[in-house]
């Protein structure tokens, strides 16, 4: 096989077999055809001692090839074949792992006799995170090798590990500093003759005597971890037979696993999600050799909550950041609550004391507007107020260095308005980052209408080397994120006076995956937010809750009570302006049921979103969804509100909508595009 991603070459008596199959040696068809012709050649050549798997590129195998999945060469030449012939070769083989051994990638590194890595390489099963479980018998050899505790772990987080960690766990045979395969090459020499050979899956010593406690330990411990998700529970149950059965029947009880979760809609949709979330950095229209622009020194206005959240991302990456505020105090806040964090991450272990120093060391608080002159992009994250974002940005205009990106973190207001005030508003963009800013992995980039598109490179760009996902929006009212909530709010709010409670609405979101309902997140944002501060002119249930001081959490008090752990609880009060205020607009209140809630505050944003695609605000379905499980926490296993409408039938959701549309009157109107796709029988996503 010429063409094939497999190459074999006799150094002395030891085989080296290398895949070259870019960008990440995933294990297609043609690598796992090529690896099983490798070993029937070190069989057949008694010249070979031992072999050598190896891979060229970024990284050893990163898993099972994702995109065939549910394709008819998935069942071709299958990866549990392909490892069982590995580790039933009877001559020594030895992976030698650079970049990250994932899934399929350490199932291959574990039927191998022995495991030698550089320093730097990692090691995971991260299937649970496509919605699966490893199905190459690495559920009952990872155990095996590395330990129960280690291997629950790991399967069901689908977190990496260090070369170290893995050395420790017995994982690995050996690290090695220097040429990795000259040194896979040496350590296959030292071990060539030595037999019996070490089999992954004949070990017994950490799997034979557990304590069937600790399974049901790890379920409770990780109970609100796992709520929802079918993948963790099953990865636990193949641990506990590897525990329990010998190998040959537990490989069976994961096979049956794998196949229930690959036919489920959770592994559809957190494999969707993974394309998603890659798609998501790519800009249509965009030439492939635009250049991004240089970013090495970066502006940020406002020492608030949100900026100093945003210049932390920067510091994080090692990116100097100016940081301007009006007054001393203010600046002297923001640049503590900026340490505080750093510290508070170091203490969990996150950070090293020297990467606090060397972050905050990057950090250059000032009063002084001027030294933002040099910074070669500057964001603006002041308070929602266009008056004062113009005034803003037509001081940025006279001041910073000509190309340089001047980026505004609004979260609602119109990026052209604002880029009109400048004699650049081909540099100028919208930068929308999600509180709390460091934390957060959303990142809306809004396109202006004169945005360059370098600009838009830069961003995208940038928000990788800041780990962040970023999604490209364009200039509407709340752009992709918020402008779906406005809906939701809306129906939710007349739904409280139509008869539903605060508590049955979250419910409702929650049951459903979402982290809180709209009003357990109203009372986290504060529910004063955009209030007119007029507590004589009660229009609204929330003006009426914030004359009262009821602002949320942060007064103790919102659409619930809290206690001093700010625990909620129902609020007699609430309800009874909630009942006053139906009893004014004479509205007649009545049973609320659970679909109904679901129809005017989920099936109302697929209806939103929509719109937006309609309009060309976002650039496909998936990235709706990138935004809403990243930004808003909308549960990964459903895939986003978009793949979700289709899970459920855009039918469906027109005729919900047809359902309650005269209770929802003037304020809602059809997305033809729903209409349309419905009526065609399509889809957004698929
Ligand atoms: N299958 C197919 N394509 C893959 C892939 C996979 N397993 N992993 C990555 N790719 C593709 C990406 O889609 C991307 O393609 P485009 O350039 O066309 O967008 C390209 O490879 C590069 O990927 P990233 O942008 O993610 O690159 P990175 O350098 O940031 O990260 C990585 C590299 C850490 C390997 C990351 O890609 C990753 O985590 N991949 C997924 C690994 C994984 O989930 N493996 C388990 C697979 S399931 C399995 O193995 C089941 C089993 O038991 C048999």
Not at 471 to 494: D, Q, S, T, W
Not at 601 to 611: D, I, Q, R
């Amino acid at each position: 096989m010429t063409d094939s991603p497999i190459s074999t070459q006799l150094h002395h008596d030891i085989l080296v077999v290398t895949s070259n199959n870019p960008p990440v040696n995933a294990l297609g068809l043609a690598v796992r055809q090529g690896l099983v012709a490798a070993i029937a050649e070190a069989e057949a050549n008694d010249a070979v001692k031992a072999v050598v798997i190896t891979c060229v590129g970024q990284t050893f195998f990163a898993g099972a090839d994702v995109s065939e999945f549910g394709t008819p060469k998935a069942f071709e030449q299958m990866l549990p074949t392909v490892v069982d012939i590995i580790e039933g070769c009877s001559k020594p083989v030895v992976s030698a792992i650079h970049g990250t051994a994932l899934g399929g990638g350490l199932e291959v590194a574990l039927a191998s006799h022995y495991r030698v890595a550089v320093p730097t390489a990692k090691f995971g099963v991260p299937e649970v995170k496509l919605g699966i479980l490893p199905g190459a018998g690495g559920t009952q050899r990872l155990p095996r090798v590395a330990g129960v505790p280690l291997a629950l772990e790991m399967a069901t987080t689908g977190k990496m590990i260090s070369a170290k960690e893995a050395s420790a766990a017995g994982l690995i045979d050996r690290i090695i500093e220097g040429d990795l395969l000259q040194h896979a090459v040496a350590f296959a020499e030292e071990v060539k003759d030595i037999r019996p050979l070490p089999i992954s899956s004949a070990k017994q010593d950490k799997v034979s005597s557990v304590d069937p406690s600790v399974f049901d330990d790890f379920r409770k411990a990780n109970a609100r971890k796992f709520k929802g998700f079918d993948a963790p529970e099953a990865n636990i149950q193949c641990i506990e037979a590897a525990t329990k059965l010998p190998y040959a029947e537990g490989v069976n009880v994961e096979r049956t696993k794998f196949m229930e979760l690959m036919s489920g809609i959770q592994a559809k949709a957190q494999q969707y999600f993974f394309f998603a979330e890659r798609k998501a950095s790519k800009i249509d229209g965009i030439a492939d050799d635009v250049k991004p622009r240089a970013i090495n020194k970066v502006g940020v206005l406002g020492a608030g909550t949100m900026g100093g959240g945003i210049a932390m991302n920067f510091l994080s990456a090692g990116i100097p950041v100016t940081i301007v505020e009006m007054a001393q105090e203010a600046l002297d806040r923001g640049t503590g609550v900026i340490r505080k964090n750093y510290e508070a991450s170091a203490a969990k272990g996150r950070f090293t004391t020297e990467q606090v120093e060397g972050a905050m060391g990057l950090l250059s608080p000032t009063l002084d507007f001027g030294a933002l002159a040099d910074c070669d992009l500057v964001i603006e994250a002041v308070y929602e107020n266009m008056d004062v974002k113009k005034e803003i940005f037509t001081k940025l205009d006279a001041t910073v260095k000509q190309g340089a990106i001047l980026a505004s973190n609004t979260s609602y207001l119109n990026i052209d308005e604002i880029a009109a005030v400048t004699s650049r508003p081909q540099d100028v963009v919208g930068l929308h980052f999600f509180s709390p800013a460091n934390v957060m992995k959303l990142l809306e980039v809004v396109r202006g209408a004169k945005t360059a598109d370098d600009v838009l490179v830069t961003a995208m760009q940038l928000a990788k080397r800041i780990k962040k996902v970023a999604v490209v929006a364009g200039v509407c009212y709340g752009f992709i994120g918020n402008r779906m909530l406005i809906p939701r709010h809306r129906e939710a709010e007349k739904l409280l006076l139509e008869g539903a409670t605060p508590a049955q609405i979250d419910k409702v979101h929650v049951d459903f995956g979402m982290p809180m309902g709209p009003f357990q997140m109203g009372d986290l944002a504060g529910v004063d937010i955009g209030w007119h501060r007029d507590p004589t002119r009660i229009e609204t249930l929330r003006d009426a809750l914030c004359a009262i001081d009821r602002w949320g959490q942060k007064k103790g008090a919102g659409f619930y009570d809290y206690d001093d752990k700010r625990r909620p609880t129902p609020s007699p009060v609430v309800q009874q302006i909630i009942e006053d205020f139906s009893a004014k607009k004479g509205i007649e209140r009545r049973e609320i049921s659970d679909e109904e809630i679901v129809q005017r505050t989920l099936y109302t944003m697929v209806n939103e979103g929509a719109k937006i695609l309609e309009e060309g605000m976002a650039q496909r379905a998936s990235d709706i969804d990138v935004v809403w499980i990243y930004g808003y926490g909308w549960p990964v296993y459903r895939g986003g509100p978009m793949f979700w409408a289709d899970t459920e039938g855009l039918q469906k959701i027109v005729d919900g909508l047809k359902a309650q549309e005269a209770r929802m009157g003037s304020d809602f109107s059809f997305s033809q595009l729903l209409l349309d796709k419905a009526a065609k029988g399509e889809k957004f996503t698929r």
